[in-house]
Structure formats: structure tokens, C-alpha cells
């Protein structure tokens, strides 16, 4: 007889990666409280998509960058592709990762950083999703 679905949930089959899957299985049940496998996966998952949709259904859509801006922008990911020994752009880097690959392109000054950190957010380029100052995560657009 199949479970019967609370009216406030919906019922979601997708598919994951087996690594992705093995470690969830390890994880849910520490998160959620060890002797409460039952629920567990589902509020894990639950609690992860809230927390990468959040950020992302605030958002304004900026105008077109400049091409000088949108050059630096190419420049900065592929020093930070240099850095991190990355083939592709990253959806999302630490601020520190960030820095040191503006201070690389434009300068280390950190009102240099500080001033392309803000321009680039300007125009839509970045955006910090999680995390205060100087710890915060930025999304690469």
C-alpha cells in the first residue's frame, strides 16, 4: 500500500548521481536526528533546495555590462579557473577566491577590489549568496 502524501507536500522523483545519493544516506539521518531515518531524506533535500532557490527568486535583472566590464568579468573567471585548476566556471566561489583574482587582474589594492567587486555586482555579474564578510559565497552569473 503506498504512503499517503500529506496535503501540504507534493511528491518529487528525480534523478542523482549515485555518489551524490550514497553520501545523502550517509548525512540525512545526522541532520535530521539519528534515531529519525523515516522523513529524513525528504527534509534534507527540502531544507537544500530552499536554500539554493532563496537567493535566487530575488533577483533583478541588471542591464548589459559594458564591454569593458564584461572583459574584466571574462578575465577575472579565468584566473579564478587558473586558480582552483578548474576546465569550467564555477557557479559559486568563496569571496577570498574572488579577491585574489580581481587583486591579480587590477590590482591588490582592496579599494581596487572593493570597487570591482561593486561593479560587478552592479551590472549582474555576481551576487553573494551566503555568508558575511569576508566568508561570504558569491555566485558567478
Given at each position: 500500500m503506498?504512503?499517503?502524501?500529506?496535503?501540504d507536500?507534493?511528491q518529487?522523483?528525480?534523478?542523482?548521481?549515485?555518489?551524490?545519493?550514497?553520501?545523502l544516506?550517509?548525512?540525512?539521518p545526522?541532520?535530521y536526528?539519528?534515531?529519525k531515518?523515516?522523513?529524513?531524506i525528504?527534509?534534507?533535500?527540502?531544507?537544500?533546495?530552499?536554500h539554493?532557490?532563496?537567493?535566487?527568486?530575488?533577483?533583478?535583472?541588471p542591464?548589459?555590462p559594458p564591454?569593458?566590464i564584461r572583459l574584466l568579468?571574462?578575465q577575472i573567471?579565468e584566473k579564478?579557473k587558473?586558480?582552483?585548476?578548474f576546465?569550467?566556471k564555477?557557479d559559486?566561489i568563496?569571496?577570498?577566491?574572488l579577491?585574489?583574482a580581481?587583486?591579480e587582474v587590477?590590482?591588490?589594492?582592496?579599494r581596487?577590489?572593493?570597487?570591482?567587486?561593486?561593479?560587478?555586482q552592479r551590472?549582474?555579474l555576481?551576487?553573494?549568496?551566503r555568508?558575511t564578510y569576508?566568508n561570504?559565497?558569491?555566485e558567478?552569473?
Amino acid at each position: 500500500m503506498p504512503r499517503k502524501v500529506p496535503k501540504d507536500k507534493v511528491q518529487l522523483n528525480v534523478l542523482i548521481s549515485k555518489e551524490v545519493y550514497e553520501k545523502l544516506i550517509k548525512v540525512a539521518p545526522l541532520i535530521y536526528g539519528e534515531k529519525k531515518y523515516r522523513g529524513a531524506i525528504s527534509y534534507v533535500v527540502e531544507q537544500a533546495l530552499k536554500h539554493y532557490l532563496a537567493p535566487r527568486l530575488h533577483t533583478q535583472t541588471p542591464a548589459n555590462p559594458p564591454g569593458r566590464i564584461r572583459l574584466l568579468y571574462s578575465q577575472i573567471i579565468e584566473k579564478i579557473k587558473e586558480i582552483q585548476h578548474f576546465d569550467f566556471k564555477p557557479d559559486e566561489i568563496p569571496e577570498k577566491i574572488l579577491d585574489l583574482a580581481i587583486a591579480e587582474v587590477k590590482g591588490g589594492d582592496p579599494r581596487t577590489i572593493a570597487k570591482w567587486k561593486k561593479q560587478l555586482q552592479r551590472f549582474g555579474l555576481i551576487k553573494p549568496i551566503r555568508g558575511t564578510y569576508p566568508n561570504r559565497i558569491f555566485e558567478l552569473l
